[in-house]
């Protein structure tokens, strides 16, 4: 039964993982396009009114995903919260290699708790 939970817990994580990843990958797309809409016009010698509707609605895409990107966040949390419910609170799940290393791990920092950095 833990071996079927854990399955199940790691087919999740995984399709959380892509989900969140899109999700990010939509906004640096977006926020590129974004950026280089301002900078083509003013290179084609366009007066500014032309393209404004169009960055204004690249602007509140932009706004619409990363309220998309909290709801993410939060259900990242709340599977979190059911994965202890389900047992599996001590258990690592690996979903092969989706999931990004930590922030700290990546740059080679660890966190130290506070009375260490005094002494």
Same mark, same amino acid.
């Given at each position: 039964?833990?071996?079927?939970?854990?399955?199940? +817990? /790691?087919?999740? #994580?995984? $399709? &959380?993982?892509?989900?969140? @990843?899109?999700?990010? =990958?939509?906004? %640096?797309?977006?926020?590129?396009?974004?950026?280089?809409?301002?900078?083509?016009? +003013? /290179?084609?010698? #366009?007066? $500014? &009114?032309?393209?404004?509707? @169009?960055?204004?609605? =690249?602007?509140? %895409?932009?706004?619409?995903?990363?309220?998309?990107?909290?709801?993410?966040?939060?259900?990242?949390?709340?599977?979190?919260?059911?994965?202890?419910?389900?047992?599996?609170?001590?258990?690592?799940?690996?979903?092969?290699?989706?999931?990004?290393?930590?922030?700290?791990?990546?740059?080679?920092?660890?966190?130290?708790?506070?009375?260490?950095?005094?002494?």
């Amino acid at each position: 039964m833990l071996k079927q939970r854990r399955m199940v +817990a /790691e087919q999740i #994580a995984g $399709a &959380l993982f892509e989900a969140e @990843a899109a999700i990010d =990958a939509a906004i %640096a797309k977006t926020a590129a396009l974004t950026g280089v809409m301002p900078s083509l016009r +003013a /290179e084609a010698g #366009a007066s $500014a &009114l032309i393209g404004q509707d @169009a960055v204004e609605r =690249a602007s509140q %895409a932009i706004m619409s995903l990363a309220e998309a990107r909290r709801a993410i966040v939060e259900t990242h949390k709340e599977l979190s919260i059911a994965k202890e419910q389900m047992g599996l609170g001590a258990v690592m799940i690996d979903t092969g290699g989706d999931k990004p290393p930590p922030l700290f791990a990546r740059q080679g920092r660890q966190l130290r708790a506070v009375a260490e950095r005094a002494a």
